[in-house]
């Protein structure tokens, strides 16, 4: 994936237990303060670990929700710094924050693309891995999908797209997917995606398998060579693209297998104790709360850059 030029398009979507502008309370005068920037597929089993960790060792946790390329373009374009971000897309590091703002980053946890869908959606009795796209392709059937400028599960969203058009040998079918979500029903992340389908405003939506267990929602597995989560399809994958335009520039996304990443910003207000909470998470119990909410953690945290603290490092040798 390429990501060129600075993210113009930013929309706030703080959902916190306070803001991460906001003054720790008096009783909490003197701890250590962990503010995190997550995108919005891994707030849920974020918070659990956060709501740990501060229990375990006092710190004020403050943690912010959006889509991944929104939240660079506040450490980029905005100047506000977390002391941990969390990304769905390791590429987002390697784009657009290191290493002008981060120097290293760590791939965590993978996922894949499945269709989710509830009881009351058209067709939930015979939706199946040979004619969900002709499911979707359906007038009176309502698809949604995430706007891929702001969060990579709506880039990936086409690229599954491109990839059904070649596996299914139906020319044409990745524009007419496409086009069966109007603009307004184009949500800025998966999150926002999975409440509309949840209150049956949507039949369908292409979304992360993480998100669809979480919230107990019915999912079909699409094919490995379609879903980006396999390692060993990487080259397979990257055969498609996708370009997402910009108001100055352009966004082109290969297709690859789906990695998170997250890491401590070179100018963290706070970056040991944010390193702390790094080892938490990624460690045993941490792992243990990722699983709890259906993140599918990598066997062993990867770390990329020369300067990862070294409280992570000793944890994971």
Do not use: K
């Not at 969203?157 to 990745?174: D, I, S």
């Not at 379609?226 to 910009?246: E, F, Q």
Request: proline share 7%; charged share 20%.
């Amino acid at each position: 994936m390429h990501l060129r030029g600075a993210v113009t398009v930013l929309v706030v979507l703080a959902a916190s237990v306070r803001s991460a502008n906001a003054a720790p309370s008096p009783a909490s005068a003197g701890a250590d303060t962990v503010v995190v920037f997550t995108a919005a597929s891994l707030a849920a089993p974020i918070r659990a670990a956060l709501d740990t960790f501060a229990r375990r060792t006092g710190t004020v946790v403050l943690q912010e929700n959006g889509a991944s390329l929104e939240l660079a373009r506040r450490i980029t374009d905005l100047h506000r710094i977390p002391d941990v971000v969390a990304l769905a897309d390791e590429e987002v590091f390697r784009q657009l924050l290191v290493p002008r703002a981060a120097s290293w980053y760590v791939r965590f946890a993978r996922n894949r693309m499945v269709l989710a869908y509830t009881d009351r959606s058209a067709d939930a009795a015979r939706v199946s891995a040979a004619n969900w796209y002709r499911v979707l392709l359906r007038p009176d059937v309502r698809v949604g999908r995430s706007d891929p400028t702001l969060a990579p599960v709506g880039y990936r969203t086409l690229a599954v797209y491109q990839l059904a058009e070649a596996y299914y040998h139906v020319p044409g079918l990745a524009a007419r997917l496409e086009a069966r979500t109007p603009p307004a029903l184009i949500r800025p992340n998966a999150s926002a995606l999975v409440a509309l389908l949840q209150a049956g405003e949507l039949d369908y939506i292409v979304d992360y398998e993480s998100l669809a267990r979480a919230n107990h929602l019915r999912y079909l597995r699409l094919p490995m060579d379609i879903d980006l989560g396999d390692p060993a399809r990487t080259a397979h994958y990257a055969r498609v693209s996708v370009r997402v335009p910009r108001r100055t520039d352009t966004l082109t996304y290969r297709g690859a297998p789906i990695v998170y990443g997250i890491g401590v910003p070179r100018d963290a207000p706070h970056a040991a104790a944010g390193a702390r909470f790094l080892a938490f998470l990624l460690g045993r119990e941490g792992r243990a709360l990722l699983g709890a909410h259906a993140v599918d953690v990598l066997p062993e945290p990867e770390f990329i850059g020369d300067s990862v603290p070294s409280v992570l490092r000793r944890a994971y040798r």
